[in-house]
């Protein structure tokens, strides 16, 4: 079954390479859409069913962690999986955002095998 | 705290675009740079200035492509930006611990020509530069001061 990923990151640069990264990790992917902060997050994930989200902390606009509550708080998002991908290294916040529903924590840089093994234990408890 | 930088920006350079870079004098230059906010027990700024040609460069080999394609010169600030991003959230605890609580802003990205690059550095409470094949790059730390 292939699955249908959201990248949400305010570099367009991460954002390719975390396409890369995902068309290289041997995932089974149907389609990649992306959003430059929270705000766009959320207008793609009311119109777009998603499998799994990947998205950084510091974004303009809406940063990630409001993104996290923003989907808690709708039921129609709450039980899409987020992996958050960010360069912060805060323990009290990484526990803050597991408590929050996160489901993994990846520190940048990124390699395709830690978003393969990331997202193929997210996916496979769908 | 320089020694952290050297640490972290040798290893992030190296890992991500396969640059390897030394320690060396700074003669200033014009060039590109992303400096971020931080805020933990401190409140400061962390910026990273290069050449552009070294920006191309690290953008063409983050992205996996030619140095000469347009996709990575229309990439090339946005490469110093995340080289900036990923080096200061590691900084951040290296310095002040790994316990601490802390917050980046989002990088901020300008031009800067030679003569405004050294009012920069003269005005930083501390900065190291390095050779990268040939081209510079400078790491700018400023400490806000309470009065």
């Known amino acids: ?126 | 705290m320089i020694e952290h930088v050297v640490s972290r920006l040798s290893a992030c350079i190296e890992d991500t675009a396969f640059i390897f870079i030394t320690e060396t004098e700074f003669e200033s230059f014009d060039a590109v740079c992303a400096t971020i906010s931080y805020e933990t027990a401190v409140k400061g700024s962390f910026s990273l200035c290069c050449s552009k040609q070294l920006g191309i460069i690290l953008a063409a080999n983050l992205l996996g492509i030619e140095e000469q394609s347009n996709e990575a010169e229309a990439n090339y600030q946005f490469a110093v930006a995340e080289i900036l991003n990923i080096v200061g959230g590691m900084l951040v605890p290296d310095i002040w611990g790994e316990t601490i609580s802390y917050s980046l802003g989002v990088p901020v990205l300008t031009e800067q020509n030679s003569a405004q690059l050294l009012e920069i550095v003269k005005n930083s409470d501390e900065y190291v530069c390095f050779d990268a094949d040939g081209e510079p790059i400078l790491f700018i730390i400023h400490e806000d001061k309470h009065d």
């Open chain 1, 1 to 126: 079954m292939s699955h249908t990923i959201l990248i949400v990151d305010d570099s367009p640069i991460i954002r390719t390479v975390m396409k890369k990264s995902i068309l290289m990790s041997g995932l089974d992917i149907g389609s990649i859409h992306f959003a430059g902060n929270g705000e766009e997050a959320l207008k793609v994930l009311n119109e777009q069913w998603i499998d799994i989200v990947f998205a950084d902390i510091n974004m303009p606009i809406m940063s990630g962690l409001e993104l996290v509550d923003k989907m808690g708080l709708d039921p129609m998002l709450s039980s899409v999986p987020v992996v958050i991908v960010s360069s912060m290294n805060d323990q009290l916040q990484i526990e803050s955002l597991k408590k929050a529903g996160v489901k993994a924590y990846i520190h940048k840089p990124v390699t395709p095998e830690v978003l393969r093994d990331v997202a193929m234990q997210i996916l496979g408890e769908l």
